[in-house]
């Protein structure tokens, strides 16, 4: 399975972008996607995923109103994208998408350990 992040790179703050993370390299029935982040200096961070039934969401607090996250299901390639509006200066961080096809139906979880493929990361850089 390859996952490919795109979309990263410099803006200011209040500026917008939109990230997306390409699966491949198998057929899924269903997986949740999440995006992580990290900061240089800081530890890796959940911020946004979508479970595996596409009904539920989860945010961490500091992106909530500002970040959505979304998912295109087929059963050959996953796409998905990560809307970043009203961006911060402490938004900057490499983001990563990464896959589960083992969590339940309906969860999304803020544990790494849960996610079976990750794709590289993308920079996103806010200047204030």
């Known amino acids: 399975v390859q996952l490919q992040a795109s979309g990263g790179g410099l803006v200011q703050a209040g500026d917008s972008l939109r990230l997306s993370c390409a699966a491949s390299?198998?057929?899924?029935?269903?997986?949740?996607m999440v995006w992580f982040r990290q900061a240089p200096g800081k530890e890796r961070e959940f911020v946004a995923g979508?479970?595996?039934?596409?009904?539920?969401?989860?945010?961490t607090d500091s992106v909530k109103g500002r970040f959505t996250v979304s998912r295109d299901n087929d059963n050959a390639k996953i796409t998905g994208h990560l809307q970043m509006n009203s961006l911060k200066p402490e938004d900057t961080a490499t983001y990563y998408c990464?896959?589960?096809?083992?969590?339940?139906?309906?969860?999304?979880?803020?544990?790494?350990?849960?996610?079976?493929?990750w794709g590289e990361g993308t920079l996103v850089t806010v200047s204030s």
């Open positions: 990464a896959l589960s096809s083992i969590i339940g139906w309906d969860s999304v979880t803020s544990r790494s350990s849960e996610y079976d493929y």
């Open positions: 390299g198998r057929s899924f029935i269903r997986v949740a």
């Open positions: 979508i479970s595996k039934s596409g009904r539920k969401f989860a945010y």
